[in-house]
């Protein structure tokens, strides 16, 4: 078995309710989906726009697609059409059907994991 490092997790969400769920003009929306790489470590998410903060919480349900990336750029397990993986996306009340990210200036999601567990992306892979 070949050892990765994991680097980033790519969040694919669909915007359920229009502008109720986000802006139109959030950051990173394209349509009626929101996409981000966003480091596993630290939160950050990657071409956050410097120093626009944000509050973002959809309801995902089981509609939502997570990657792992390695330092690579290999994706190397997902989830799709899924809920929100425990331990790893903030949740706005307790685990599954929410997100909740509180994003600063930097592209931080300050309510981001200090410990983030990608438990939920093993046994659920399909070749």
């Not at 997790?9 to 349509?31: A, H, M, N, T």
């Not at 309801?59 to 792992?68: I, R």
Request: charge should be negative; glycine fraction near 10%.
């Amino acid at each position: 078995m070949k050892e990765v490092e994991l680097k980033l997790v790519r969040v694919q969400l669909p915007v359920r309710y229009d502008d109720e769920d986000i802006p139109y003009d959030f950051p990173l929306r394209s349509g009626d989906m929101w996409n981000a790489d966003i480091e596993i470590n630290t939160g950050k998410i990657i071409d956050w726009p410097e120093g626009k903060t944000g509050d973002m919480h959809m309801k995902v349900c089981d509609e939502g697609t997570y990657q792992l990336i390695d330092d690579s750029g290999d994706v190397v397990l997902w989830i799709e059409q899924d809920y929100v993986p425990n331990k790893l996306i903030p949740p706005l009340d307790g685990y599954g059907d929410y997100i909740h990210f509180i994003i600063d200036g930097g592209g931080i999601i300050t309510n981001w994991y200090k410990e983030p567990n990608v438990d939920d992306f093993f046994g659920r892979r399909e070749d």
